[in-house]
């Protein structure tokens, strides 16, 4: 059985850092390309970046290009969000995601599992 558990949400200042993990068991995390989404209070899911499955290929959302960083350790099976200069409007549920493939993805169809999310909140 495939499990994602994203941590490290919490509330934090505009200005502040913050690092997401997701812990990701039952797959083949070596082979397989993460993907980050978020999705505001009535808002559609949006992308925020993906990282292929050697870490060699990173995309990110315009809105978060400079500011956030994905990075994976396939030794513990994990993938990270690094988030400096947070926003207000980067408050959301964050949420990773397993690829179906190997390759990379901007497509949340291109995903096979998720995990339950962690909210991440930034006052002004």
């Known amino acids: 059985q495939v499990h994602l558990v994203e941590s490290g949400g919490r509330l934090v200042q505009a200005g502040d850092s913050l690092r997401l993990s997701c812990g990701v068991s039952g797959l083949t995390f070596g082979s397989t390309a993460m993907g980050w989404f978020r999705q505001a209070p009535g808002k559609e899911r949006d992308f925020v970046g993906t990282?292929?499955?050697?870490?060699?290929?990173?995309y990110y959302a315009d809105s978060v290009k400079g500011r956030f960083t994905i990075s994976r350790d396939n030794a513990e099976n994990t993938v990270y969000l690094q988030m400096n200069s947070l926003k207000p409007e980067d408050t959301a549920v964050y949420y990773c995601?397993?690829?179906?493939?190997?390759?990379?993805?901007?497509?949340?169809?291109?995903?096979?599992?998720w995990g339950q999310g962690t909210q991440v909140t930034v006052s002004s």
């Open positions: 995601a397993a690829g179906r493939f190997s390759r990379t993805s901007s497509k949340a169809n291109d995903y096979s599992y």
């Open positions: 990282i292929s499955w050697s870490g060699s290929a990173i």
